[in-house]
């Protein structure tokens, strides 16, 4: 049986992309960022390897949710002590700390990788459309 032939890439060149939230599903969205953020998107793409590019998303604050997702979807957090299950709705998450609602749902659509951490720091959240990031395409 033959061995199949692995070109690795020397280097890694990142890009840095622009998305616009608004009037999108988060869904879409997130999947959208982590598939760019993961490095899918690229011809040479190695799952063992942290290929991925730069993603700022503008406008998070103006995303949409579909059905009742806004009343019905919790979000769960425990302290470590008993008793100490703490439960919000994604109304209240969503409208406290917009961008903390797009970061937790791309960063449980990245694989459970060593690297996953630094893949999400190179995700930029902005909520209105003003940034300083430079930007080389937007999608």
């Known amino acids: 049986m033959q061995s199949q032939k692995i070109t ?17 599903t988060m869904g879409r969205v997130a ?10 998107h690229k011809r040479n793409f190695t799952p063992h390897m942290d290929m991925g590019d730069f993603v700022v998303a503008v406008n998070v604050d103006k ?16 302290s470590g002590y008993l008793g100490g299950l703490k439960s919000s709705t994604l109304k209240t ?16 659509m990245l694989d459970d990788i060593k690297f996953r951490k630094t893949l999400v720091s190179r995700m930029k959240l902005v909520k209105g459309t003003e940034h300083n990031y430079k930007i080389d395409e937007t999608l």
Not at 8 to 24: E, F, N
């Open 31 to 40: 999947s959208k960022i982590a598939n760019l953020l993961r490095g899918k």
């Open 93 to 108: 998450e969503f409208l406290k700390h917009p961008d903390q609602v797009l970061r937790k749902a791309v960063y449980n």
């Open 63 to 78: 995303l949409k949710f579909t059905g009742k997702k806004m009343e019905q979807k919790m979000y769960y957090r425990h």
């Open 8 to 24: 690795l890439p020397k280097t890694v060149k990142r890009v840095w992309y622009q998305i616009d939230a608004s009037s999108q």
